[in-house]
Structure formats: C-alpha cells, structure tokens
T-cell receptor, first 114, second 109 residues
Framework: DSGVTQTPKHLITATGQRVTLRCSPR?????VYWYQQSLDQGLQFLIQ???????AKGNILERFSAQQFPDLHSELNLSSLELGDSALYFC?????????????FGNGTRLTVT | EDQVTQSPEALRLQEGESSSLNCSYT??????LFWYRQDPGKGPEFLFT???AGEEKEKERLKATLTKKESFLHITAPKPEDSATYLC??????????FGPGTRLSVLP
C-alpha cells in the first residue's frame, strides 16, 4: 500500500460531461502529481502541485484543470469529455518539490467515456 | 528532446530463467534513473533510484545497474510473482518524469 488514495476507482460517463477525480497524498508528502496512462501513450505527466501551488505542467489539455487544497488533497477536473479521454488517471505524491524525488502512486481512476 | 526507450517490449521467462531488461535514455544532465514495477490495474510501485554510472542497487531477485547511456534490470531466478510491467523513468526539467513504455514480463511456472 503506497499510502496514496484515489477515488473513485472507476468512472463511466458520456461525451461532453465533466468529472472530478480526487487524490489524497501520503501523510507528510507535499507534492502531488497527476499522470494519464493509456494503451498507446504510456504514462504522460499532466501537472504537479507543491504545497498548494502549481509547480510544473505537462501536456495537460485546456479542458483539464487541477488544484491542491490546504489539506493537501488534490482534484483533477476533466470537462467536455471526449472518447479519447478514456484512460487510467494516476495521482502520485512525493516528499519534496524537486523533480527527482521518487514518486508514490495511487491505484488510479479508470475513466471510460462513452 | 529527452527520450526513454525500453526493450524488449515483452518478455516471457520460465521460472528460474534469469534475464535482463534494458532502459536507454537520452537526457542532458541525468539527475537519476528510476525503476518502477506496475501490476495490472495498479499504480506503479517504486523500486530503485540510480544516480551515477557504475552504481548498482539490489532488491530480492532484482538488481539495477546504470551506465552513461542505459540501465539494466537484471532478474535472477525469477518467480511467477515477478510477473509485471517494469517501467523506467528519468526526471526532466519542467516536465517532471519521462517514463519509458515499459517491458511486460511474464514468468511461467
């Protein structure tokens, strides 16, 4: 058990809808990262927050947004969903803000857009 | 552009048959090479970090090594429970980690 909690485990929704994915980091970790994993793209970095502030941004679509709250949990919002957004979405956390700290991943949210 | 490749894409071994997985990278100024294990339906699990050429790390039947251009994950006398996808990753400025596509390892009893 990595200590990172993600909810929900599964999400099925229709195109055009909006969903929110939630992540609670390991106790003591200040950084939260979001990754997308699909069969043809592998693990793709979306965004990182450190202690409530955005620290790094990857190829995150404008339809996607995230935030980290004062209690350090994070939410990833996906809107105007398209079929191609179907994927596993992972949250990870680490102690520091440096981008060479080992990441500890949750078990992901599997999003299916129909 | 920094890149991480892994080979083979998939590997099937008999229990006890040792082998190696490869991770090749092209990054400017390596600041660590990370290995993860991912089981189906689960998130990647951190295994090792290697920071400099010549460094080795071991954990049970796994040993990771690093050269200036690549890393190897050696699996000695694997067991079926070692079956998983093994991912390597390197940190990249401004993009966090770049992950390789992974090697799917199957160990048959």
């Amino acid at each position: 058990d990595s200590g990172v909690t993600q909810t929900p485990k599964h999400l099925i929704t229709a195109t055009g809808q909006r969903v929110t994915l939630r992540c609670s980091p390991r106790s003591g970790d200040l950084s939260v990262y979001w990754y997308q994993q699909s069969l043809d793209q592998g693990l793709q970095f979306l965004i990182q927050y450190y202690n409530g502030e955005e620290r790094a941004k990857g190829n995150i679509l404008e339809r996607f947004s995230a935030q980290q709250f004062p209690d350090l949990h994070s939410e990833l919002n996906l809107s105007s969903l398209e079929l191609g957004d179907s994927a596993l979405y992972f949250c990870a956390s680490s102690v520091g803000s440096e981008d060479n700290s080992p990441l500890h991943f949750g078990n992901g949210t599997r999003l299916t857009v129909t | 552009e920094d890149q991480v490749t892994q080979s083979p894409e998939a590997l099937r071994l008999q229990e006890g048959e040792s082998s190696s997985l490869n991770c090749s990278y092209t990054v400017s100024g390596l600041r660590g090479l990370f290995w993860y294990r991912q089981d189906p339906g689960k998130g990647p699990e951190f295994l090792f970090t290697l920071y400099s050429a010549g460094e080795e790390k071991e954990k049970e039947r796994l040993k990771a090594t690093l050269t200036k251009k690549e890393s190897f994950l050696h699996i000695t006398a694997p067991k079926p429970e070692d079956s998983a996808t093994y991912l390597c990753a390197v940190p990249q400025y401004g993009q966090n980690f770049v992950f390789g596509p992974g090697t799917r390892l199957s160990v048959l009893p």
